[in-house]
């Protein structure tokens, strides 16, 4: 019975696989179901497939040697140079290319064009900034060193209350404050003020023209304006004296950074 | 595990049969993938990449080069991404990776299969004692079976001897739970082929596995799991 011509192994096998799989159609099913009872080598042989299946149903999945995330570059920008690359870490064991940023859970992805267009901006208020902050930090030595110079002592009218109306503007001249010697600026306002008035006109578009950089990224506009609105608004009887746009100019540079520090932090995709 | 009751349904172990559920989150994430959104096809490896390197891994028997084709074959998918045409997004990742296995033993001029005779697709011819054996060997009995590493590595083996074609059927019916038809539409065959290659595969794996069986070690001879069987 067991090795019957008809019994075409091949096929049968087949048969009873698929039978396992529930793979057989209606006509044929029934027709083997019958036949297996009277068949012992067909029950045999379907045993045996059906362990074959169970083992290697029964494999634990392979654990995961890494992960496999792609790197989150833009891809649009050098679309062969940079498919090209990883492909060829793929391939070399030793070096797998490290998942990007997993610390930082996924920020909101920034489209191309707008991260472009943020990069830039972040890089034009950092550069004003710079401007800014080496030209107030400039006036405010320079003042200083021609009041040492000069020696001279100051009638502290009108200074200190020209002094405190600014600083409370923005909260950074407070901070500023101890880096640049508060009394000694204080007391240049009265001797240097007539000749800082014809100078300051110089530097004061540039102040106006940070101030509008910045503007475009939104922080900076309120402290910035209201500073430069302060000076036409106090212009009837008082007019900014060197040290005090020099500070003006260092608060607007450190305004500045910390206004690109933060889109910087806020969209990391605008960093590169 | 049970085993017993109805042989139409075979053996239903841990491993069930996976379901295919494309879901609006997989759509959605294909179709921002397509934009070239590596964000959202990173999601999609999220949800796929053990599949992926579990058919790598069977495929080439070895975890290091599994890796490397799992790397590769995502890497090709997010490139090909706008040639996928609907359907099961993961059957197609899994073709494209059989694809990268196959690639890989080109590149590499190894011989995908390590013994002569299955290099060959030829039916092999039928040893009703082997079947025989098998299906009374207390070892095989999947109600018994541990699936300690040593068992793993073996079944492995067993794979690694089969002809590749017979090897990705079996793998992907077994292991990754497809049904004929995927298959089928999978490897660009008819139904009748994946049959046999199923049917040819689980065969010759069940006969590498009784003829060596002297490969496994001592504690998984006859005597030892008999007496755990009866325990």
Redesign the interface.
């Known amino acids: 019975m067991?090795?019957e011509p008809e019994h075409n192994?091949?096929q049968r096998?087949?048969q009873?696989?698929?039978?396992?799989?529930?793979?057989l159609a209606g006509a044929e099913?029934a027709e083997l179901e019958t036949h297996?009872q009277s068949c012992a080598?067909c029950?045999?042989?379907?045993?045996?497939?059906?362990?074959?299946?169970?083992?290697?149903?029964?494999?634990?999945?392979?654990a995961?040697?890494?992960?496999?995330?792609?790197?989150?570059?833009?891809?649009?920008q050098h679309a062969s140079g940079e498919?090209a690359e990883?492909?060829r870490?793929?391939?070399?064991?030793s070096a797998t290319?490290a998942p990007t940023r997993p610390a930082r859970p996924?920020p909101v992805?920034l489209s191309d064009a707008r991260a472009n267009r943020l990069r830039r901006s972040v890089k034009v208020v950092r550069w004003l900034s710079t401007v800014a902050a080496v030209l107030g930090l400039f006036l405010l030595l320079g003042s200083a060193l021609s009041t040492l110079s000069s020696g001279g002592k100051a009638t502290t009218a009108n200074a200190p209350s020209s002094y405190s109306q600014n600083s409370p503007t923005d909260a950074g001249g407070t901070a500023l404050g101890s880096a640049t010697p508060p009394p000694e600026s204080t007391q240049k306002t009265t001797t240097t003020q007539d000749h800082a008035t014809p100078t300051e006109v110089g530097p004061n578009p540039a102040a106006t023209a940070t101030a509008k950089g910045s503007g475009t990224n939104g922080n900076a506009t309120p402290g910035t304006t209201l500073q430069s609105r302060n000076e036409p608004g106090s212009g009837g009887g008082f007019s900014l004296s060197t040290p005090e746009l020099g500070l003006l100019l260092l608060v607007v540079g450190v305004v500045g950074f910390v206004v690109a520090a933060v889109l910087r932090r806020l969209w990391p995709g605008a960093n590169r | 595990?049970n085993?017993s009751e109805g042989?139409?349904?075979?053996?239903s172990?841990?491993?069930g049969r996976h379901q295919e559920q494309p879901g609006d989150l997989e759509a959605l994430l294909i179709a921002r993938s397509r934009r070239?959104?590596?964000?959202a096809?990173?999601q999609l490896?999220?949800m796929h990449?053990?599949a992926?390197?579990?058919l790598a891994?069977?495929m080439l028997g070895d975890?290091?080069n599994?890796?490397?084709v799992?790397?590769?074959a995502?890497?090709a998918a997010?490139?090909a991404i706008e040639s996928f045409r609907g359907g099961s997004f993961r059957s197609w990742l899994l073709r494209i990776t059989s694809n990268a296995c196959f690639d890989y033993w080109r590149r590499s001029r190894r011989r995908p299969v390590e013994s002569l005779e299955a290099l060959t697709e030829q039916?092999t011819d039928?040893d009703?004692g082997?079947?025989?054996q098998?299906?009374?060997d207390e070892r095989?009995?999947?109600e018994n079976?541990l699936?300690r590493v040593e068992l793993?590595a073996y079944?492995?083996n067993g794979?690694m001897h089969l002809a590749p074609e017979q090897r990705l059927a079996?793998?992907l019916?077994?292991?990754q739970g497809m049904?004929?038809d995927e298959i089928a539409a999978m490897t660009s065959t008819s139904l009748g082929t994946v049959?046999?290659r199923?049917?040819?595969g689980?065969?010759q794996?069940?006969s590498y596995?009784q003829r060596h069986a002297e490969l496994l070690p001592r504690h998984y001879r006859l005597r030892e799991e008999k007496d755990r069987g009866i325990e």
């Open positions: 067991l090795s192994w091949e096998r087949e009873l696989s698929a039978l396992l799989d529930n793979e099913r297996l080598a029950r045999a042989e379907l045993e045996s497939l059906r362990r074959a299946r169970a083992l290697l149903r029964a494999l634990p999945q392979p995961l040697p890494r992960s496999f995330l792609l790197p989150l570059e833009p891809a649009a498919l990883p492909l870490v793929g391939r070399r064991p290319p996924a992805p | 595990m085993s042989n139409q349904t075979g053996w172990g841990s491993a070239k959104d590596t964000a096809f990173n490896i999220i990449q053990q992926v390197y579990t891994y069977r975890p290091e599994a890796a490397d799992t790397q590769e995502l890497f997010y490139r039916p039928h009703e082997l079947a025989q098998f299906a009374a095989w009995n999947p079976v699936m793993q079944i492995q794979l079996v793998v019916s077994d292991i049904s004929y049959k046999s199923i049917a040819r689980r065969a794996l069940r596995l």
